[in-house]
């Protein structure tokens, strides 16, 4: 995992406020669970919150706290199978599929080892001159820990949502009106510098910077809505079958689908599913929890398509994004000059490189500050349960 | 259900004590668990604990309580789709295969909604002249609680057993060493009667009582044990088809079986999980945890055959059992007369015979009184979470 | 295999004759077939009429001539690989589910193979003193090409059914009018022996002879009849779960059957293919090609059962069969002093004795003089494509 | 279906010329087979080699005959139905996995529904003044043809290569030792432009033409050859996650793959069927026969990596390609300006635009000037019964 490294004695202090605050924020997501809640896998995209609570702890202790604390004492030698998650280089771990048979260790147990690896952390960077190379991989922790966190929202909503009572959470992590007028960004031709640039910390998909040239295109300074989506629907869209990739056109028909994740029909109006219970469909508030498929066939419905995810970087601070993450016609790919990093913490992004389709901008359950222009969150296309949403692009 | 009726003042008595007996029983067998236990259901066939505790509840709801006392409310009407197992006659209700995804209600509020039950109950049957089809009713709702006891017992060890960390639930239902001497029981040719005789209760598949005739055949005093099964084992007998039923041997390669459930080698020693913990395994003690295929496969090892259920219970007062379910040769079929009752309870045991085994005696996780000589117990042939063993019979 | 041997001078004559008139029957069944209809197979159960063709061929050539015959040289050793159906004795095999990848050998050369074979069991039959064993195999080879070719009229239907064009094939197997008045055949109480009894070949699945005792009951003439069976369909039993077992219930859903197989609604009136084409459904033939499952349902719908094999054998003398096999509401199990023959050919019925039920009778596809009261046919619950129908009977 | 059209009298002519080649060469592909051969489908990519012969012809029919000859009379109504291949717009079709249970029509009838369709478009073209949109799709549907003399071979080979016996189709398309030196092809940044620019045929995916930026990079002047290969292989390719994509991996272990497609392994050496028959495997001969994730782990093992699409179409006239398709590290996306035609001819190509991999060059089964530089193929990451091979690149 390439970064941009380089702490001071200041920074350091920032670092380590930034490693309690996160831990607190994951705890806090968790706060407003049953202990039974913890424990569910209802498909195997998702994970059981206890699982987030204890991966996300044994990252530190696996990558920071055991090769580099020689006096450190593993919490629970049985944890890294239960807890890791796709890293091959670390060893054996269970299936993911059954990641929700797992009723232990209970969540306070996880609640401990949690407090037990925090407090681990917190002594080492604060009692000795660290290495730059533990710095670092404390920064890769705190940025996963923040994409779990999100990963958390989705999981969480989609245990509660598959209750037949849809049970309330709480009122965050709700979306706004789209309050702006509707207006084209227009984009001129022309050579634009793709990638990550500065002293932050950005992932190594985000790398090499490099040259695009892009013709000239035109972007949407809005996201689609749920009023959008809903005259989309009306219009027969889903059983439309031109709009449709041919994938997307199978997925829906195996699947039965006829509007996005959450959406309920009764008595003709749309009700949805979110963390605050069943209400209307909001007409002001952007689409969400649709496929790649979905957002496709509705800029085909539109006669416009999906902008790149470089069209998308290259115009990212002309209009405001950060209530849903944006699929983008661009298919996961590595940059020119991106080489994957020894061992296991190269296992990150790079051999997801496949199959995915790319989604750029933020969330409302996307950790404050977390995201960036040059940042490439990426998903299957049938994905429905993350935070997604449409803006339109056009060529000109 | 048609049942052996007729309560008087002390019967009626003798069955409230037997359903508050009963009740408790249940919340005793799920003491041990962690909230959390509560929730996964590892495979299609096993259910959450928390299930068996709401679902056992429902039953004198939906059967005795909603139609016979006017003036009872339901607790939550959401609970019949929660917690109907598969009576179609009593309404729509969640797949089997997703009541693992349940997290809501929480153990502690199944536990009021057990409370209540078991009150209202007790307040209906103590307060007023109870009609007779509500007493026979009560005694089927303890029969049934009886079963999913030790569907209970099963499920947890499954869970348990499934669980890396093999944890211990406690020292109950243990096996112990078949200590008698192996002998022949002969029995003789001729008509014998089968089937249910009496004035207590029975289930609908143990009638009409009928006569069968029997060809000289002999039964052993003593179940096969886990000393016998591990020579099975060491010949070779899991890659022998010659042993093996088509199906079986088919079961045995999808699923790369080996050894019994629970069964592990290490270090070239058999450990078996327990839910006393991980131990090695007891050549004294009867096998336990295989499927109908094992014990046919093992029978025919040994040149003899399973009993059919008829030579069973035909012999059944000269030998001792109950430390597991026995294997019989006999397909779960209706006897000559059967008939099924109208409406839901009709459901419970004729729409399942067909594709299933007999097993006959009991288990150490039956309830005590619960089994007879005449009681037929049926599960489909692959079955291996459940207590079974194998007795040996011959022709002659 | 055990059977009924002796052979005199004569008798190997007629056996003779009886093995070449065989040989002929199953060429002549394929006769109206293109060669590109002896090549798929459009469900695992369903064989091409290449395979089968070639298959009865081989089980001579490796029972008969291989072991018996010194001076025989095997036609082709690919052949055993490609033809050998489920013997695990008699080495490895194609996967069941791949017979329809088997382009090669051409059909023609399968009959090339035929005449070699037939040609060369002929001279060893004709031109030594034979031994009686040789005698046996050839008399189980014939009974064994026998059952192929209904095999061959059953998966021919089916390949030719699945056509969108509905080809004819021919006027032969079609089903006539049950036409005599239905009567119920009163059967007494009493010990009756069942199995086969002579000096005849039989199946080892028909001994040993034993007896049952049958409680009272009553058996019908007659089958029943299409038009009963569209009666069935229009009360709407295909959506009443009360008639179905809970498998059969999974399985019509599944499935989404509404009526028996190669019924075709159209405008309002039911038509169905037959080997003769697509015509109207008959009102007084019987019913044919439905599961055990539609059966069970029609008896239930009746308030009626299907006879156990036992009562079906004992009474089978007073009433006419032959036009459908018939479902009987027994399982497929060993009789008493059952016991498979060693090697290969003990395969040929004991390892089948689970999850099948079985049916008796005949039908119009069986050869002739093949079937007797004792034979035992046997199918899993769901098979349709088979030529299946219903007699009821009823318990006194 | 955009393409270059403008026909003067003797392109006529020429085009008449290329028609009548095009149909007599698919014929001669499939003559070598017998009519068995023609009807198989052993996995769900494969067509039966009768259904190619069918489909190209109906496809004139279709778009060509149907809309533009008002005197033309439909061979065969069924045939819509039965020979349509994925064009929603030209209505209902079999489903594609059913393809080969289809025995009727045989092979002889669809040979003669070729020579009416062929002798039709002939009269068709020959005798009036053709309207340039039928000109237009007569040149698709040449290409069209000529993409499924393609496939014809692969499905030829897959149907041939898994027959036990091994059989010889022919000599033709064989592959030959890559002879040249090996060379880096230096490549420097700057803009080049991409897609098709000419007057000819050109499919709509090869358009808009567009200009790209690219950095500066280098591409091999030859193919990987099997010796390669077997290096990698020898290396412990196949059992060494870090090489692969996590779908790679996958897709490895659920298959068990530990070579490319059609190679065997038998006394240490390593086999291969072809055509031909089952033959050494060739070191000096380009790989073949291999997905893109294997495509892809063999540059990770080689610290090189694949072309994108754009670097290869920019270096393309600098090395000769042509024995096998090459695995590009493009994901197969639009075009900036990419518009699907409406109507099923825009079926061809959009609707496939996700979850598919970029293949550039052309191989030994492509049709003669069916390639060009601007070919843009695609198939689905785990193909492996395509001709396909690897070229690497790297960036400077």
Redesign the interface.
């Given at each position: 995992m390439p970064m941009k490294p380089i702490q001071t004695e200041s920074t350091l202090q920032t670092l380590l406020r930034q490693f309690q605050d996160c831990r607190h924020q994951t705890e806090q997501i968790c706060a407003p669970l049953?202990?039974?809640?913890?424990?569910?896998q209802?498909m195997v995209d998702v994970s059981p919150p206890?699982w987030h609570l204890a991966h996300t702890t044994w990252f530190f202790e696996q990558f920071l706290l055991g090769p580099f604390n020689p006096d450190y004492r593993v919490y629970d030698t049985?944890f890294a199978?239960?807890f890791n998650s796709?890293y091959?280089?670390a060893g054996k771990r269970?299936l993911r599929p059954?990641r929700?048979?797992?009723?232990?260790?209970?969540?306070q147990e996880v609640l401990n080892y949690r407090s037990h690896v925090t407090q681990a952390v917190t002594d080492f960077i604060s009692s000795r001159s660290t290495a730059a190379r533990a710095l670092e991989i404390l920064t890769l922790g705190i940025h996963h820990e923040q994409q779990h966190q999100e990963l958390l929202v989705y999981d969480i909503k989609y245990?509660?949502g598959?209750?037949?009572?849809f049970?309330v959470y709480g009122e965050a992590f709700g979306l706004q009106a789209e309050k702006q007028e509707f207006n084209w960004v227009p984009m001129e031709?022309g050579?634009y510098s793709i990638g990550y640039q500065g002293d932050g910390f950005c992932y190594d998909n985000e790398l090499a910077r490099?040259?695009?040239?892009l013709?000239p295109?035109r972007i949407a300074n809005k996201l689609v809505t749920n009023g959008e989506y809903m005259e989309f629907i009306a219009s027969g869209a889903y059983s439309d079958?031109?709009l449709?990739?041919?994938?997307?056109?199978d997925f829906l028909k195996v699947n039965q689908l006829t509007a996005p994740l959450y959406w309920h029909q009764q008595d003709g109006q749309w009700l949805q599913y979110t963390l605050n219970g069943l209400v209307p469909v909001d007409p002001t508030a952007p689409v969400q929890h649709i496929s790649?498929?979905e957002a496709?066939a509705f800029a085909e419905w539109q006669g416009k398509?999906l902008p790149t995810e470089f069209e998308w970087e290259a115009a990212a601070e002309q209009f405001s994004w950060g209530q849903v993450w944006e699929w983008t016609?661009?298919?996961y790919?590595?940059y020119?000059?991106f080489h994957?990093a020894p061992g296991a913490l190269?296992?990150y992004n790079g051999?997801?490189?496949?199959?995915q389709?790319v989604l750029r901008g933020a969330s409302v359950a996307t950790a404050a500050d977390h995201s960036r222009n040059s940042y490439r969150n990426f998903f299957a296309?049938p994905s429905r349960w993350i935070f997604s949403g449409i803006r339109l692009a056009d060529?000109l």
């Open positions: 049953t202990p039974e809640d913890h424990v569910p209802p206890k049985d199978y239960l796709y091959n280089n269970i059954n929700g048979l797992m009723s232990r260790p209970p969540v245990i509660l598959h209750q037949p009572t049970p031709e050579i490099h040259r695009v040239f013709e295109y079958f031109n449709w990739h041919a994938d997307g056109w790649f498929y496709f398509r016609g661009s298919a790919l590595p020119p000059g994957k190269g296992e051999k997801f490189m496949v199959n389709q296309p060529s």
